[in-house]
């Protein structure tokens, strides 16, 4: 049985065909990556999927570790989740996410969940949802909190993230002086390679491990490796 990760996820915008990128969901799948890179796992011995054809896919058994939401729409038919049998999930990094709805929580998914259990949770209320519908669940935190600390010294630059707006008014003048607003989502064309889009992922994380000195945020998926980095 192999093991598998997922493939970057993009969606489509308007008429002219924009990918519209979360960079923090391509760097929970690196953060897949550098798990397996540390388990000595070759780059050629990882089956690579697309999240669409979860629930359909009928090559070889594979073995996918997951860091994602329960119910995504991707593996989801009518609100129950469909992930093909020749998938072994293992939940490490799991949320309930932000379109959860109780409907979720039916029979067929309590039981599909005990099958895998004990379940990963990223945040404390997805625990304690799951463990009050008998689905066995522990804390494991979000899975970019992996990448190494940096090794060279703190940078000299204070990022603002997709933090609020309404902190402008109470930025100290000594951080606006080396300050850059930056942001987590971007629109590229529709013909962009996956290539591209990790080489632009990875460019815009190693800026901020390398040149950050503070990093203000409003965004999981900056904080979580900031801290890693030890920004």
Sequence with gaps: MKLANLKWQSREVGELKYKAINLGDNLQLMAIDYLYKNMNIKKSDIVYLNLEELPSYDGEEVILPLCWSFFDPHWMVENHIKISEKIRPVFLAMTLGATYQAKYLNEENLNY??????????????????????????????????????????????????????????????????????????YFPADVSIEEINCFVKKHYLKIREEAKLVVTSRLHVASPCIAFGI
Excluded: H, W
């Design 113 to 186: 969940l005990k099958r895998f259990e004990p379940i990963g949770c990223r945040d404390m209320e997805t625990k304690r949802i799951l463990l009050e519908n008998g689905v066995k669940a522990y804390m494991n935190g979000c899975l970019t909190s992996l990448f190494p600390k940096r090794e060279t010294k703190d940078g000299n630059k204070v990022f603002f993230i997709d933090a609020p707006v309404e902190l402008n008014d109470y930025i100290p003048e000594e951080y606006r002086k080396n300050a850059e607003f930056l942001t987590q989502q971007y």
